[in-house]
């Protein structure tokens, strides 16, 4: 399953890519800010997804727990790199 999302957050990041790169419409901050947010958080949606259908459309404890759990990760390791990397340079 895992690997199945895998495959599918790639192919939908490089069509985002694709996208951005060959359609003049979009501009290229807003690309980047909403469709590679988006791109990004792919695999977190699809295993919301494949478990809410997959449990007759009842949620499980799955969805919710890796929303948070990537959203934690975002906030406090991200960020503690960002800030390691301010307090190196002089």
Same mark, same amino acid.
């Given at each position: 399953? &895992?690997?199945?999302?895998?495959?599918?957050?790639?192919?939908?990041?490089?069509? +985002?890519? =694709?996208?951005?790169? =060959?359609?003049?419409?979009?501009n290229e901050t807003v690309?980047?800010?909403?469709?590679?947010?988006?791109?990004?958080?792919?695999?977190?949606i699809l295993l919301s997804?494949?478990?809410?259908?997959?449990?007759? &459309?009842?949620?499980?404890?799955?969805?919710?727990?890796? +929303?948070?759990?990537?959203?934690?990760?975002?906030?406090?390791?991200?960020?503690?790199?960002?800030? =390691?990397?301010?307090?190196?340079?002089?």
């Amino acid at each position: 399953m &895992f690997l199945g999302v895998s495959i599918i957050a790639d192919r939908f990041m490089a069509s +985002i890519e =694709t996208t951005t790169t =060959t359609i003049r419409i979009w501009n290229e901050t807003v690309s980047n800010l909403t469709l590679m947010a988006l791109g990004s958080s792919a695999p977190e949606i699809l295993l919301s997804l494949i478990e809410v259908c997959g449990h007759g &459309f009842i949620a499980g404890d799955l969805g919710p727990s890796t +929303i948070v759990g990537s959203a934690a990760f975002n906030m406090f390791i991200i960020i503690a790199i960002c800030n =390691t990397g301010l307090c190196c340079n002089p």
